[in-house]
């Protein structure tokens, strides 16, 4: 079978290596170096199982930049282009993704639209209604950063936005290339569908924000937080994971999806889901006060990625609270070996480790790692569990 996918991030890209096992699959992207990288098996992204299956797997995967090309004859055509959160429109930016639609409609084709993108509550019916078209439905993707395709091998579960024949089929096209035996499958209208993903990652950014409130706490009071953390996951019902404080949650999804839930609450009364958002802002500004209180001349920021095995620092909480440490006229600098530019936001990004280390008074370290350790008087982390 054909299939198409477009839009190579974590989704798309993770999606298109792990059904060219047994179809063929062209993935679309509007990138050339990206496009090329794929088509010499080189992963645009850090993600470990991506990099090994393009090494050892005979896989069936091109990519390319033409769309009709990568359409034409598709039995499927999954999007996974990206929808950022928009705050002036209050409401995810779904511009990329009707784009897409717009093409294939235009295109006349015998196919079948998977949405993948994270998009607001009722955007599949909307779209039927406003391109006059019933090819389509919303399928939920739960990956985590640099393990994409780990996590498409082993899925918590599939869900499918559709209760029809064709959904049944693309259910088991993920089935089959997947390697756990037993997955979970549901099978619910697609607005539905569409709220599994907002709920779902705005219930782990809620576990996020808990125990970073938690660790602010014992911060502030002079407690030891991972005695706390400790005691309290040792219940069964809460359990001894994604515990670890950090300074806020960040990245593609928890800050963009909380946000749009919250905006798909308009009318209807809620307390929880707007606390999240904000518990996300007063984390950033606690860390940022207790680095301000050490009256530092020069802070160093040590990575901007936020966790260990990805390369991804967009939305990273780390950014937060560098502005906030900046508004107050404190020299930041940034360590970061995946960036190429000499500056990020007006600070200097430094190469060498050993002059980053010495030049600054205070390093503030998300998650930590060996290559700091003989700095340790330096640093400034909330990483207990080294994990996560």
């Given amino acids: 079978m054909k299939i198409a996918v477009a839009g190579t991030g974590y989704v798309g890209l993770s999606l298109a290596t792990l059904l060219s096992q047994k179809n063929e699959v062209v993935a ?15 992963s645009p992204i850090q993600d470990e199982y991506i990099e090994k299956y393009f090494k050892e797997k005979e896989l069936n995967l091109k990519a390319t930049l033409d769309y009709k090309e990568a359409f034409t004859g598709a039995k499927y055509i999954i999007i996974s282009t990206p929808t950022n959160y928009d705050p002036d429109k209050n409401y995810f930016d779904t511009s990329s993704v009707e784009d897409i639609i717009m093409k294939v409609k235009s295109m006349n084709i015998d196919t079948t639209m998977v ?11 909307s779209m039927k209604e406003k391109y006059e078209i019933d090819n ?5 993707e739960f990956l985590r950063e640099g393990k994409a395709l780990y996590d498409n091998l082993y899925p918590s579960r599939i869900i499918v936005g559709e209760k029809s024949k064709r959904a049944e089929v693309f259910a088991n096209l993920l089935k089959k290339c997947c390697l756990k035996r037993k997955v979970p499958i549901k099978y619910m209208n697609s607005t539905e569908a569409e709220a599994v993903k907002l709920f779902s ?7 996020v924000a808990y125990f970073n409130e938690l660790d602010t706490y014992a911060e502030v009071k002079g407690l ?19 515990n670890n404080p950090s300074f806020g949650f960040g990245g593609y999804c928890l800050p963009k999806d909380t946000k749009q839930l919250k905006a798909n609450y308009k009318d209807v009364p809620e307390n929880i889901i707007s606390a999240i958002v904000e518990a996300n802002r007063t984390r950033k500004d606690h860390i940022a006060n207790m680095i301000i209180e050490r009256k530092p001349s020069i802070v160093g920021i040590y990575r901007l990625t936020m966790k260990a095995g990805s390369d991804n620092f967009r ?9 906030r440490i ?4 404190i020299t930041v ?11 990020f936001f007006n600070s200097k990004v430094i190469r060498d480790l050993d002059e980053f280390k010495k030049i600054s008074d205070v390093i503030i370290v998300n998650r930590l790692d060996d290559n700091i350790k003989d700095v340790k008087n330096k640093i400034y982390t909330r990483d207990l569990f080294a994990r996560d």
């Fill in 333 to 343: 600098v940034v360590y970061e070996p995946t960036i190429g530019e000499d500056n």
């Fill in 115 to 125: 949405i993948k993108s994270t998009v607001p509550v009722g955007f599949i019916n």
């Fill in 201 to 207: 990652n705005t219930y782990l950014a809620l576990r």
């Fill in 224 to 242: 030891n937080t991972k005695d706390i953390i400790d005691g309290v996951c040792l219940d069964p019902r809460i359990g001894d994971f994604y």
């Fill in 28 to 42: 679309l992207d509007i990138i050339p170096e990206k496009v090329e990288k794929i088509n010499k098996r080189i």
């Fill in 315 to 323: 939305a990273s909480a780390i950014q937060g609270v560098m502005k």
């Fill in 136 to 140: 389509i439905m919303f399928s939920p």
């Fill in 326 to 329: 900046k508004a107050k006229g």
